[in-house]
């Protein structure tokens, strides 16, 4: 998966690149960057209301200690809608760092720079190839219907047994 770091960055080089993939990445790009702007922005606002919180809550204390109720009850008032206000920009917080994951799985990774543009397999080039690709007769069989031909591998028996596709031999 992408990150969003990177993808804030290298804004046109995630678009040029996910066009080798014949992805037109230009929409959710942007709105990637829009969705962790607004995310981020929430998050620094939050941030700062619990700051703000923090500090009358201290106040609230030292008020309570010297003995002026009256002071500490107008402040206690001021913290109560302030866990309100956060609480509120926590859960949007939330949602929007939920909505920009889901966007970040739609974005494949990117592909390599010496991949080549390419709508079909058959454009892909083939760099390297060791050897003659053997040419197989009408009737081969692969290999999964060959040891259930022959009676070597029991792929059935070994699910029952383990549940996790271990053969019995």
Known sequence: MLQIAFIRENQEKVIKA????????????Q?????DEHRRATQVELDGILSESNKLSAA??????????????ILKEKTILLK?????LA????ALAAELAEKLYTLPNLPAD???EGKTPEE??????????????????????????????????????????????
């Open 124 to 169: 892909n080039l083939n760099i390297f190839q060791e050897g003659d690709i053997p040419v197989l007769h009408e009737g081969a069989q692969p290999h999964w219907e060959l040891v259930k031909k022959h009676d070597i591998i029991d792929f059935e028996l070994g699910n029952k047994i383990t549940g996790a596709g271990f053969p019995v031999y």
């Open 91 to 94: 859960e949007t917080a939330d």
């Open 31 to 35: 709105e990637v960057v829009q969705l």
């Open 84 to 88: 309100e206000k956060s609480k509120t």
């Open 60 to 73: 609230i204390g030292e008020l309570m200690k010297s003995g002026e109720k009256a002071k500490a009850a």
């Open 114 to 116: 010496i991949v080549p």
């Open 18 to 29: 996910l066009a080798k993939r014949n992805m037109d990445a230009t929409s959710i790009v």
